[in-house]
């Protein structure tokens, strides 16, 4: 049932929803009813998320050591970005006319609007093509900087590979992960993967005996294909499998959406 | 409390952290690295305090600047603040940093004991970048009761729901329930002046 109205019980839900406080049913639940479409819920939710990040302004600030600077500069370096938006400048010369008589000056008037038309034409359409190529030179340089990630993971002398077969409405789904154990990271290439609303995004987990662990969340490309390399927490010494679901956007303390993809670690 | 026009000129620097993650998304570099001089105090100080450990904090820092590289492009600043984002995924990494451990170190230190100070050499950009928005939410914070205030934090820090709070702080479900809730809506009114602020 859709709300038409927000209530001292919708904003009180909603809070503890937002906090994070409300137990695994009462969240399923909740999550349901924003999956219905309410959107006086979904608002009274996404205000009380903002409410629930300031907080974390109570905890005084202190700064990490410098190195951990270098460690984030170094770490983007070799990490591919979702989607990066090309940035052209268009820049149009003007010329003026020649001098000369007035029908020749109104002549090379004409052929200079001509001249003019044509070369903004020509550079219209080298501009298209300019962004064309660079889009494809990023999704080129994307593709190999993965590459990358996954032979190096595959180089490593301590490495496995996880299968993960499609599950339930992603049937189709496969993915691989190849899961270099000496520098303790997953490289995961996903590929026929749902197209997903704004809203949801894919969420990997590592999956122990007794816990289902945030891996990170991703993306599909427009073809289905997804990417994901994360950090391997020290503590988790007993991953037995890896799944992913599809959750909320920006991800979620516990699955809580539909499985898509699964795999045993041996 | 009311918004006043100093605490909103205050908050005139926020827009530009919107705009460091446009040009982040961009695969600027040098502004994710702006961007981490201006917020790294706030990341780093939200994982220590969930997870009461230096190094660990560190690690999440690391993996939370390399999410906001990744992901950037995906921030959408009409739902939500750069702090708040940053601060939310800090905090969620870190939790699952914490139940991932075999066994959740103990927090001897109560929260209300746990005094940290500014380092003096810290970047006075990044402590001027946020102290102000800092002191509104500690000021709003104060605001509400003690009671109110501790369920809220031990839910936020501890990643804990109202019946594990509930158990830790030895007081019914019932009113721990009412104490997150109306400490939660107390929190709304008085920190709406960072949202008009902020945009």
Redesign the interface.
Known sequence: MKHDRTTQEISGLASMAALGALEHDEWSAFKAHLDEGCEVCRREFEAFQEVTGEIGLVAPAIPARPKVRDQVLESIRLTPQDHRVVRIDHFIRRSSPAAGSRVARWGAIAAMLILTFAAVLLFVQSQRELRRLQTQTFELQKQLERQREVLRALASPDHITIKLTGQGPASEARAQIVWDRQAGRWVMEAHNLPQLSHQQTFQLWFVTKDAKVSAGTFMADGSGSGFLATGVPKELTDIAAAAVSIEPAGGAPQPSGAICLLGATS | MAASLSTKDSLAHEPDLAALI?RV???E?TA??EL??RT???V???A??VLMD?SA???I???V???V??????YDES???V??????L????A???L????THRQRSEALNEV?????PN??PE??SS??E??RI??RA?SEITEEQREA??V???Q?????E?ANKLGQPLGTI?TR??TG??R??EL?AP??EGTG
Do not use: C, P
Request: net charge positive.
């Open positions: 446009r998304a961009a695969g570099e994710l690295a981490y001089d790294s105090s706030l780093h100080a939200v220590r305090r230096q904090a560190e690690e820092t690391i993996d600047y390399t999410q590289w990744r992901q950037a492009a995906n739902r939500g603040s702090v708040s984002w940053l601060s939310t800090a905090r969620s990494r939790i699952d940093r139940r991932s451990t075999a005094i940290e100070l500014v380092d810290h970047s990044e402590l946020l102290s928005r800092r939410v500690q914070m809220i934090e839910a936020f820090f990643g804990l729901t109202h019946s709070v329930k997150i809730r939660m809506l929190l709304r920190l960072l949202e």
